[in-house]
């Protein structure tokens, strides 16, 4: 993990960012306003890694997720790519 003493790396490390959705960029490269701007936070697999989690899907949060997905789509199997799939996407965009 960068900043342990095993490590050379930085000093710090990024555990959230924003993602900002305001244009949709055409063919011909011009940016056109969204008729509706959103920002996805994104984070939960950085938050794992400060939690010390052995695996990004193994925290709380995301095996909630991965049950609700597992149950929408009556998915038996809780290893599922198609669920983490899921999970890692399903945070709630906002306006």
Not at 11 to 39: A, C, S, T
């Amino acid at each position: 993990m960068p900043g342990t003493p095993e490590e050379d790396g930085d000093r710090y490390i990024e555990i959230w960012n924003n993602v900002f959705m305001q244009f949709n960029r055409d063919e011909h490269g011009v940016m056109h306003p969204l008729p509706k701007r959103r920002w996805i936070p994104d984070g939960l697999e950085r938050i794992s890694r400060v939690a010390a989690c052995p695996a990004n899907y193994e925290i709380d949060l995301f095996q909630a997720l991965i049950k609700a997905a597992a149950r929408e789509t009556n998915c038996a199997d809780l290893n599922s790519p198609s669920l983490k799939v899921l999970a890692d996407t399903s945070a709630p965009a906002r306006s």
